[in-house]
């Protein structure tokens, strides 16, 4: 087990930076440690940061490859798996240090120039090596070899592990040649020029050399050892507002930054103790996936991480040396990589058991083989637990398919939801709707407004875990993003954000054991084995378990999206009931102005035909309240028939607009019946020619039910200002409700965003789990078949012990009969 060696490099100041900042870097580089110091060169608690190397600007690409390079390619010679990469934002210098440049080569052609001095060296074994050389693009794996090689796919082998199909490979024999490689896939390379950097990488390098090497004596005795050493030279994170993107670069970038940020996510899983992390998302980018070995697995990696001095970039070389300090925390398992001849195989077993046999001659046979019969007993009780997380596993599987089969439920009730919310035909300027909305909501509204209006939908009576669940969507998810769901990435520096508020505390890195797949070594190695193999046991138990606890927790989140789900439909089945029964208001309303205006125009004729004087006092003001009452009827009928636009008929009967009009008609009624009542007295006072008292009588009374017609008129105007009112009321409640509708639908998207994670999740779980069971699968044959030799070693030992009595009896006997034919010798 051993740390990923993780350095910093400060780039150099560009030409245009030192003259505009007084060429003084804000960042102070101090043995191993950089910091971020303020422009009185006070330091930045906060921002101090210590590594395995820093490299200030005066730093040489020698000088990197020397202290953190070397090591790693001597060790990939030696068939160890190695790994370097450059991280950094776009023109830190990831390139300068990959590939340098001609009076400075940078880190791939110092490695491949070393890897050959040092085969030289190496006089024992005879090497082949094999290089190739791709990019990955938008997504896609270029061979940069053969042109002609394009969207190549990654595959998974038991043995091979991941690997790239039908990437060329060359056999090369000396450095100049894998350089004038290097050179022809230099061109095809994705390079591109942006605000940033004129001569940007576009995409991610992967330089390869895959290093077999074999002994050169005794070979059919020796393993074959295989490393594959990666060179790579990342593309760099960029803000689209500082490149100033677009077009392909703007498509580019969004690829590039994705990427970047699913390397944040393994890495910051990675670097997380081993307890919290059930799952790396290594599967998430092509670029990952690729890189897997080199993260937390079987390689010796190292990373360099570039930052620019530039005071203009300190976020993103903050949001760098934040990533850098989460690698640190990274944990690989390099091992040296053999693969063993079936003679080699043979010869290496024979060996070992010559070698118990020499033990089982010694004293300590007895111990020995009790130690085999405790092995094969391990053996048996390690196969037992293998069968009950077997049948465990496949509990669990059963599981996930229900589960499964419920979301596909809940999935279809979303659509038919869906369907309910498209169908609701809310049209605007429906104000009124709502007030028959509120009878319906009455639990939930404020009713008791003192302004006596309808009140407004009140979500704080809602119930509590409502809420809860509704904040719950706002939040992050904790998982990993889905590459699919990333659309708008480049929009954002995210991966900055990503790595901010991190706080490294190494004391509680846990180290992850890796399954060793290589044969094992017979009976020497058995203790070491069973050891291991307890060891793989108790990994992969402690994987089910966390494999189990994640499906509960999604299970008990998927409950509650099935809660909340239930919810919104009854809040949905409310709402179009309540807009069915609005839907019935215009129509009454405007069968009631028609009635209303048939009355009146009833009240008219008959008023017209009693007003001899057309000229009196009475008559203008009949025919001036005439009028007002005909343009507050046709303010009215315009309204309802804007409110009537598109509406179908129904009932309402408690509506006030109602009343007030039922009361119009009734008061217009008696009006117009004592008027006819006056004219009749007033034909009756003038035909008995009391002429003088009684036209004073007359025009007394006249006066009185003109006032009272002036106060009528009054409170008509009144209640038509109010009904104004209470129209404006309903519509602001109405544009309320469509809000509401609106954040429903939002609230159902982001329901459905949810549960397809969780599908997805519970995909990459079942994939997970079928890994697991494949392992488990592994160790089982390979127990199998460790007991089969303990077996057959048992019984080499058993008859070895038998042919020793049968010799030990034979001597005995011999010494008796000796003893016998000569008593001296007793
Ligand atoms: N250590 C250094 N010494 C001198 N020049 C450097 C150094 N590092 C980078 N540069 C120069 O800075 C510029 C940008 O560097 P480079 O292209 O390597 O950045 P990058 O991180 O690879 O950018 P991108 O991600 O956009 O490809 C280049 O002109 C390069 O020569």
Known sequence: MEKICVAVRVRPPTPESSSSENGSSLWKVE????????????????????FDHVFDERSTNACVYELLTKDIIHAAVEGFNGTAFAYGQTSSGKTFTMTGSETDPGIIRRSVRDVFDRIQMISDREFLIRVSYMEIYNEEINDLLAVENQRLQIHEHLERGVFVAGLKEEIVSDAEQILKLLDSGEVNRHFGETNMNVHSSRSHTIFRMVIESRGKENSSTDAIRVSVLNLVDLAGSERIAKTGAGGVRLTEGKYINKSLMILGNVINKLSESSKLRAHIPYRDSKLTRILQPALGGNA???????????????????????????????TN????????????????????????????????????????LKLSNQMLKYELECERLKTQLEEERGKQKEQEQCIKEQQLKIENLNNLVTNSDFKKNQSEDFISLRRTQVGRCNVNDSSGFPGTPCFESAEPSFVVARSKYSGLSDFSPMVDSLGDVADEDTWTKLNKGFVPDLDQLQFTPAIKRQPTPLIAATTECSRENQKVVEDLKSQI????????????????????????LGEISELKEGTLHMKEIPKLLSESVANCKDVYKDVIVTMKTLMAEKESPTAKLFFGVTGITTSLLSTLESQFSMILDGQKAGSIIDHPLYDQWETLRVSLKNTASSLLLDAQAKDEILNSHDKGQEAGAMEEKLKSELSIVKERYNELEKELSLDKLLLKASRES???????????KEERDSLDVAVSQSTQRLRVIASDKENALKDLNVEVKRRKEMEEEIKQISFAFSSRQKSLMSFHNEIKSKMQKLTTQNPKLK
Do not use: W
Request: proline letters at 2%.
């Open 31 to 50: 043995d191993n440690r950089i910091s971020l110091h303020k422009s009185l060169d006070t330091p930045i608690s906060t921002a101090s940061y210590a």
């Open 300 to 330: 010796k990696t190292c990373i360099i991480c570039t930052i620019a001095p530039e005071e203009h970039h300190i976020e993103e070389s903050k949001g760098t040396l934040q990533f850098a300090s989460r690698a640190k925390r990274i």
């Open 333 to 372: 398992c390099a091992q040296i990589n053999e693969i063993l001849t079936d003679a080699a195989l043979l010869k290496r077993q024979k060996l070992e058991i010559e070698e118990l046999r020499m033990k089982l001659q010694g004293s300590h046979a007895e111990v020995l083989e009790q130690e085999i």
């Open 545 to 568: 378990e966390l494999l189990t606890s994640e499906k509960d927790s999604l299970q008990v989140k998927f409950s509650e999206q099935v809660v909340l789900n239930n919810k919104l």
């Open 734 to 744: 109405h544009e309320r409700l469509e809000k509401e509708v609106q954040f429903l």
